[in-house]
């Protein structure tokens, strides 16, 4: 199956459409569901990334295991204070530590496109709500966009950390939830794909190494930063910077760099932070405690 930007942008221009637009039609004529049996579907993905995304800023959501949680709620209670990131930063990063937590308690989370990175677009599309004033059916759009995106990742290369790293995690997020904000900004499908190439190359080469095995450290704040990664990406391309490189050979750049990351450095926990003394102690404490 060929799904590539190239094609996405070459029938956007021919249909004068947006990335969401063109997606929500292409969709619905392969037959299966109607465009509004896709959008009830749609309205219920944003149903459960807002309530993800807001459950941890409320209370302290704790994983299975008892390593991590509380985080989220720590920094919502912080972004009012004096920061250099700002209350917008700090919030939006809350909302994606939210759902990280919430993931990690195996609570009801939106794949997207992975567990692992769940937090980032939900963390986009809320702020970018807020900030923008946006209804329901601007934020559909908005995930059509950010499916097109994850897609064609998914088809031309990987989403999977143990396969590529968590650049293909949380690069795809990232990279999804970019392109999604510059479309909800009012930007080209030209400024999506060029901020969705932003994304990815910010983080080209990030390893997956998840102590103990567990998505929660560093999995959680590399969704924090991954918010903070879509957010600077669709600034850029809004602002009218263009990636030289395009979205398909990024794509594929990613792949090729995945495939050269060492097993290690894949999901294994053999390597990276994992291999740390302190990480090594913490997973004999959490094993152990979890036998």
């Keep these: 199956m060929i799904y590539k930007a190239a094609d996405i942008l070459k029938e956007c221009e021919e249909k004068k459409s947006s990335i969401g637009q063109l997606t929500r039609e292409d969709e619905a004529s392969s037959g299966a569901l109607t465009a509004q ?18 459950l941890g800023l409320k209370k302290e959501v704790f994983s299975l295991s008892g390593m991590t949680g509380g985080s989220a709620k720590k920094l919502w209670n912080h972004r009012k204070e004096a920061s250099l990131s700002g209350e917008f930063i700090l919030s939006a990063m809350a909302r994606a530590l939210s759902t ?54 998914a088809i031309s290369a990987t989403i999977s950390g143990a396969d590529g790293g968590c650049q293909a995690e949380c690069g795809t997020a990232a990279a999804m939830a ?24 910010h983080i080209m080469g990030l390893v997956c190494d998840p102590i103990a095995g567990f998505v929660e450290f560093p999995c959680s704040l590399r969704n924090a ?8 990406s669709a600034d850029l391309a809004m602002a009218g910077l263009t990636s030289p490189i395009p979205f398909d050979e990024v794509v594929e750049a990613m792949y090729q760099v995945g495939r050269m990351l060492p097993e290690a450095l894949r999901e294994t926990a053999l390597g990276g932070i994992a291999a740390t003394p302190s990480a090594r102690a913490l997973e004999e404490k959490y094993l152990t405690k979890n036998k």
């Excluded at 896709?38 to 807001?54: F, G, P, Q, R, Y």
């Excluded at 702020?127 to 995106?149: I, M, Q, W």
Aim: aromatic fraction near 4%; avoid cysteine.
């Design 37 to 54: 049996q896709l959008d009830a579907n749609m309205k219920e993905v944003l149903a459960i990334m807002a309530d993800s995304s807001s």
């Design 225 to 232: 930063s991954g918010i903070v990664n879509a957010f600077i």
């Design 100 to 153: 990280s937590e919430v993931n990690a308690s195996m609570g009801r989370i939106v794949a997207a496109p992975t567990a692992g990175a769940s937090g980032i677009l939900p963390a986009a599309l809320m702020s970018a709500k807020e900030k923008l004033s946006l209804n329901e059916d601007d934020l559909v759009l908005g995930l059509y966009t950010a499916g097109a995106v994850g897609k064609i990742v």
């Design 178 to 201: 970019a392109a999604a904000l510059v479309e909800l900004m009012g930007g080209s499908p030209q400024a999506a794909f060029h901020a969705a190439s932003f994304a990815l190359i």
